[in-house]
């Protein structure tokens, strides 16, 4: 009998492979983030809250654009903090107080692109 090591040893290399896509960098960046470090709002807005607010919230997706928003802040920290059953899912846990602020911020200075 004749084992095939051809097929052997590429077992390895595909389990290595597998292993290195089940756990993407960002994911862990942002899992191990403590609770009160400063708040990339910008990257927030391109992965997170991107799904639903268009543009880095400039433009309305399957959530309502928020530049120019006619809101107060206690509205947006409130929608931001819990969310609304089955439109927007809450974020209460995910941030501190200080970190929504910066996104309230980041909000109210939104701006269409230049040109
Ligand atoms: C799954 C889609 C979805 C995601 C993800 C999402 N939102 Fe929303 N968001 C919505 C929807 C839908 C509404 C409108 C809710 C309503 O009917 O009042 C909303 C409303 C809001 C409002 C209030 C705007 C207004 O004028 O009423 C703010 C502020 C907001 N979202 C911020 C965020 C932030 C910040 C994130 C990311 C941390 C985020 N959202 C992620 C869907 C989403």
């Known amino acids: 009998m004749k084992l095939n090591y051809g097929v052997m040893s590429l077992v390895p290399t595909v389990l290595a492979a597998s292993l290195g896509c089940a756990t993407p960098a960002h994911a862990q960046s942002a899992a191990a983030a403590p609770d009160n470090a400063p708040l990339d709002v910008h990257q927030l807005f391109a992965t997170t809250c ?9 433009a ?3 959530g309502p654009q928020l530049m120019d928003t006619k809101r107060d802040d206690e509205f947006i920290r409130n929608r931001i903090k819990n969310g609304k059953p089955g439109a927007m899912p809450a974020f209460g846990t995910m941030f501190s107080d ?3 602020d910066t996104i309230i911020r980041y909000i109210r200075e939104l701006k ?3 040109g």
Do not use: M
Request: aromatic share 6%.
């Open 98 to 100: 200080a970190q929504i």
């Open 60 to 62: 309305a997706g399957k």
């Open 112 to 114: 269409p692109h230049e």
């Open 50 to 58: 991107g799904w639903c607010h268009s543009d880095g919230g400039r």
